[in-house]
């Protein structure tokens, strides 16, 4: 089945550094999500896209709808401890049903 | 009220037991899912609940029953379940119209010994 390819894998980084991660599919998507997931906790929606080349914020968060539709990118401003966690980009293929999950970014912040 | 609440938090349960994980939400989502997640891994896909119908069931093995006995609420029996069953088994809610924003809960962590 489709599978979607999340980098870098893992991250570690100095508070205060910016981090981008991004997301790649091999078709065309409608919808990308992005989550982020604390140890023993579910995932908690970040942001949501469902237009190619939307740039849509939440707070220092940045996320992107690529314009091929095969790709979606988040960026993170001036990190924190509290960043910690594995972020998920997940999708929906155009003509797909469920939700679609990337491997996973690990990020690591030190103070 | 964003919050989709998941009982017990942590469960022990041996191979011949029977046990339910329950799952509630008051967004007036009409949607309703079960993943499973296994350490460091994405969530996959268990059932879908549309409606409190059954819409997808992504080939899971029978001793995993779901139920939907209302629009609030999402079950998962477990029977006779093996080790390898062990995971964080997490629910998600959306909107009908807006499938793919799903909202989840904590999760209740499963051991099965």
């Known amino acids: 089945g489709q599978q979607l390819n999340q980098s870098p894998q893992s991250m570690f980084i100095q508070e205060g550094e910016d981090v981008s991660m991004n997301c790649t599919s091999s078709s065309i998507f409608n919808t990308w999500l992005w989550y982020k997931q604390d140890p023993g906790e579910g995932p908690v929606l970040l942001i949501a896209l469902y237009k190619a080349g939307e740039l849509t914020s939440n707070g220092r968060l940045t996320a992107q709808f690529g314009i091929t539709r095969k790709d979606s990118f988040l960026n993170i401003s001036a990190s924190i401890p509290s960043d910690v966690g594995i972020y998920f980009c997940a999708g929906r293929e155009q003509a797909g049903t469920a939700l679609i999950f990337g491997k996973g970014t690990t990020l690591s912040v030190s103070s | 009220d964003t919050e989709v609440t998941q009982t017990p938090k942590h469960l022990v349960m041996g191979m011949t037991n029977k046990k339910s994980l329950k799952c509630e939400q008051h967004m007036g989502h009409r949607a309703m899912y079960w993943y499973k997640q296994k350490a460091k891994k994405p969530p996959e896909l268990m059932f879908v609940y549309s409606y409190e119908k059954l819409s997808i069931n992504e080939s899971v093995p029978s001793r995993f029953s779901p139920e939907c006995p209302n629009s609030s609420l999402l079950n998962l029996h477990l029977h006779a379940l093996q080790p390898e069953d062990s995971a964080l088994y997490l629910c998600?809610?959306?909107?009908?119209?807006?499938?793919?924003?799903?909202?989840f809960g904590p999760g209740t962590r499963l051991t099965v010994t």
């Open positions: 998600a809610s959306s909107r009908r119209d807006r499938a793919y924003e799903q909202y």
